[in-house]
Nanobody, 112 residues
């Protein structure tokens, strides 16, 4: 399972750091990353990282968000800086280890 933490309420311009720890997955985890879903919108990929450290981001967060991984801990992080109200969403982490695993989601709310 994937357990997320770090969401919350922050003012515009602030920062949050999301964490997602995988447990009980006995095979090697390949890609890990984060999606988000805002009310009334489709889920979108925010950031992803391969096991080797190659990363990608949706254009709207480039330069503000940073994804990182600790492969030894099976954990992925999302450092979010310069947050905007449009970043408000439920953030879901995922892990690809043969099957695709999802976290339960963590709410991020950015007030203007």
């Amino acid at each position: 399972q994937l357990v997320e933490s770090g969401g919350g309420l922050v003012q515009a311009g602030g920062s949050l750091r999301l964490s997602c720890a995988a447990s009980g997955i006995v095979v090697r985890i390949n890609d890990m990353g984060w999606y988000r879903q805002a009310p009334g919108k489709q889920r979108e990929l925010v950031a992803a990282a391969t096991r080797g450290g190659i990363t990608k981001y949706v254009d709207s967060v480039k330069g503000r968000f940073t994804i990182s991984r600790d492969n030894a801990k099976n954990t992925v992080y999302l450092q979010m800086n310069s947050l905007k109200p449009e970043d408000t969403a439920v953030y879901y982490c995922y892990a690809v280890a043969g099957p695709l695993y999802w976290g339960q989601g963590t709410q991020v709310t950015v007030s203007s």
